[in-house]
C-alpha cells in the first residue's frame, strides 16, 4: 500500500527559506482601573508552558504580532503591584510573575486573533486579596474625584469664556449671572471671585466689586500656586473699585498692596493711586503718589501731568506783570510731559499754561514734534 505523501512537508524540506504561513495576534491590556497598562509582557506558550513568542505592550496597553497556526496559552506577564500583587496565580511553572492568562486559544492561519486582558472585570478583581481590593476601591474612587473635578473644571473654564466676552460686549448684566454660576461650582476658587468682581465693576456695582475682590483676595493670599501678578491685579482693582465707591483712603491702601505684591509694575499701580487722588481733589497726596510713579519709570507721561496739574493749583500771580508764577517744579513736569506725550490731548492745554506763565516750551515738544 502506497503512503500518503504531504506535500506541504516535501516544500519545506526541498525549498530553502520556505516558512509555514502565520497567525496574527493582537490585542489590549488594561488594569483595575480600567486604564492602558504599559511595557507588560504577552507570553505565547504550547501546552508544556514553554513560552514560543513574547510581545510587549505600547504606552496606550495594546501589542501585536504573528505566531504560527496553533492552539496556545496566552499569559500576561507584569511585575506585582498593589492591585495585581495577590492574584491566584502569580507563576505558571516555571514562568514568574503571570497575573492573567487565557488557556486553549487557536489561532487558524491567515487570521488575526484578538486577546485581551481586562483586570477590571469581576473574576479577576474576586482573586484579589482584601487589600488589593481595597487599594482598588480606594483609587477608583480617587479616581472618581478627580473625573468629576476634571468635568468642573472644563465647565467652569467655558463659563468665564463666556462671561469675558459678555463682558467685552457691555452685556453686564449676563457676565455677572455667568461669573455667578462659577463661583457657585467651585466656590474656593479665588481667580473666579476675581472675574465676579471684574463682571461687578463694569457693572459700577462698586459695592459688590469690593466684596468680591476681597473674598478673591483672601483665597488667592492663602493658595500657594497663586502668582504675585494675580493678587496684584486683584489689588489694584479693588483700589478702583473703592476710588469709584469714594473711599480714596481704602484706595490708595489697595494700590500700595498692589505695589508690595508686585514691586516691578509699581510704576502702574502707583500711576493709577495718583489718578485716583488727583480726581478726589487731593493734590498733595496725588503729587506724592505721581513722584513714586515717576520713581519707578520715569518713561510714562501721565504721571509727570498729574504732578504739574497737582502743583499748578499753588500757582501766583505776579503783581507787575499779572503772569503766573508756577511753583517750583511744575512748569519741569510739563515740560516732559510734552517731551513724552506731544500729541496727548492734553497737550494744548499744558502748552497754554506754560505760555502763560512765560515758560518756554521747546520746539520738540511742540504738536507733532515741529
Request: proline fraction near 6%.
Given at each position: 500500500?502506497?503512503?500518503?505523501?504531504?506535500?506541504?512537508?516535501?516544500?519545506?524540506?526541498?525549498?530553502?527559506?520556505?516558512?509555514?504561513?502565520?497567525?496574527?495576534?493582537?490585542?489590549?491590556?488594561?488594569?483595575?482601573?480600567?486604564?492602558?497598562?504599559?511595557?507588560?509582557?504577552?507570553?505565547?506558550?504550547?501546552?508544556?508552558?514553554?513560552?514560543?513568542y513574547t510581545f510587549t505592550t505600547d504606552a496606550n496597553g495594546n501589542y501585536t504580532g504573528e505566531v504560527a497556526p496553533g492552539t496556545y496559552t496566552i499569559m500576561l506577564q507584569q511585575m506585582p503591584n498593589a492591585t495585581n500583587a495577590a492574584?491566584?496565580?502569580?507563576?505558571?511553572?516555571?514562568?514568574?510573575?503571570?497575573?492573567?492568562?487565557?488557556?486553549?486559544?487557536?489561532?487558524?492561519?491567515?487570521?488575526?486573533?484578538?486577546?485581551?486582558?481586562?483586570?477590571?472585570?469581576?473574576?479577576?478583581?474576586?482573586?484579589?486579596?482584601?487589600?488589593?481590593?481595597?487599594?482598588?476601591?480606594?483609587?477608583?474612587?480617587?479616581?472618581?474625584?478627580?473625573?468629576?473635578?476634571?468635568?468642573?473644571?472644563?465647565?467652569v473654564n467655558g463659563l468665564i469664556l463666556q462671561a469675558r466676552a459678555a463682558r467685552q460686549a457691555g452685556n453686564v448684566d449676563q457676565a455677572i449671572t455667568l461669573d455667578q454660576q462659577a463661583t457657585q461650582i467651585k466656590p474656593d476658587s479665588?481667580?473666579?471671585?476675581?472675574?465676579?468682581?471684574?463682571?461687578?465693576?463694569?457693572?459700577?456695582?462698586?459695592?459688590?466689586?469690593?466684596?468680591?475682590?476681597?473674598?478673591?483676595?483672601?483665597?488667592?493670599?492663602?493658595?500657594?500656586?497663586?502668582?504675585?501678578?494675580?493678587?496684584?491685579?486683584?489689588?489694584?482693582?479693588?483700589?478702583?473699585?473703592?476710588?469709584?465707591?469714594?473711599?480714596?483712603?481704602?484706595?490708595?491702601?489697595?494700590?500700595?498692596?498692589?505695589?508690595?505684591?508686585?514691586?516691578?509694575?509699581?510704576?502702574?499701580?502707583?500711576?493709577?493711586?495718583?489718578?485716583?487722588?488727583?480726581?478726589?481733589?487731593?493734590?498733595?497726596?496725588?503729587?506724592?503718589?505721581?513722584?513714586?510713579?515717576?520713581?519707578?519709570?520715569?518713561?510714562?507721561?501721565?504721571?509727570?501731568?498729574?504732578?504739574?496739574?497737582?502743583?499748578?493749583?499753588?500757582?501766583?500771580?505776579?503783581?507787575?506783570?499779572?503772569?503766573?508764577?508756577?511753583?517750583?517744579?511744575?512748569?519741569?513736569?510739563?515740560?516732559?510731559?510734552?517731551?513724552?506725550?506731544?500729541?496727548?490731548?492734553?497737550?494744548?492745554?499744558?502748552?497754554?499754561?506754560?505760555?502763560?506763565?512765560?515758560?518756554?516750551?521747546?520746539?520738540?515738544y511742540k504738536k507733532g514734534g515741529h
Open positions: 500500500m502506497l503512503k500518503k505523501i504531504c506535500l506541504a512537508a516535501i516544500l519545506a524540506a526541498a525549498i530553502p527559506g520556505w516558512a509555514q504561513p502565520k497567525a496574527k495576534i493582537h490585542g489590549h491590556v488594561q488594569d483595575p482601573l480600567s486604564m492602558p497598562v504599559a511595557n507588560a509582557k504577552i507570553l505565547v506558550a504550547n501546552a508544556t508552558n514553554e513560552v514560543k492574584a491566584s496565580k502569580a507563576s505558571v511553572g516555571n514562568i514568574p510573575n503571570v497575573i492573567d492568562m487565557q488557556r486553549n486559544v487557536h489561532f487558524a492561519e491567515a487570521t488575526d486573533t484578538p486577546v485581551d486582558f481586562d483586570l477590571s472585570r469581576k473574576a479577576f478583581l474576586d482573586k484579589l486579596s482584601p487589600a488589593a481590593r481595597k487599594a482598588v476601591a480606594d483609587a477608583m474612587a480617587k479616581n472618581a474625584a478627580i473625573i468629576k473635578e476634571n468635568a468642573q473644571i472644563k465647565n479665588g481667580l473666579l471671585w476675581y472675574e465676579l468682581g471684574d463682571s461687578d465693576l463694569a457693572a459700577k456695582k462698586y459695592a459688590d466689586a469690593v466684596t468680591n475682590y476681597q473674598k478673591a483676595l483672601g483665597l488667592l493670599q492663602a493658595d500657594k500656586n497663586s502668582t504675585p501678578e494675580i493678587i496684584a491685579s486683584a489689588d489694584n482693582n479693588l483700589g478702583e473699585a473703592y476710588a469709584k465707591s469714594g473711599k480714596n483712603d481704602l484706595s490708595v491702601a489697595a494700590y500700595e498692596a498692589a505695589v508690595k505684591a508686585q514691586p516691578t509694575n509699581a510704576a502702574m499701580y502707583y500711576g493709577n493711586e495718583a489718578v485716583v487722588l488727583y480726581q478726589a481733589g487731593q493734590s498733595d497726596a496725588a503729587g506724592a503718589a505721581a513722584d513714586k510713579a515717576i520713581a519707578a519709570d520715569p518713561t510714562k507721561p501721565m504721571p509727570y501731568y498729574i504732578k504739574g496739574q497737582s502743583l499748578v493749583q499753588k500757582a501766583t500771580v505776579d503783581p507787575k506783570t499779572q503772569k503766573i508764577v508756577l511753583p517750583p517744579g511744575c512748569a519741569d513736569a510739563y515740560r516732559k510731559f510734552l517731551e513724552l506725550a506731544p500729541n496727548s490731548p492734553l497737550a494744548n492745554d499744558v502748552r497754554s499754561v506754560l505760555d502763560a506763565a512765560g515758560e518756554t516750551v521747546h520746539t520738540t
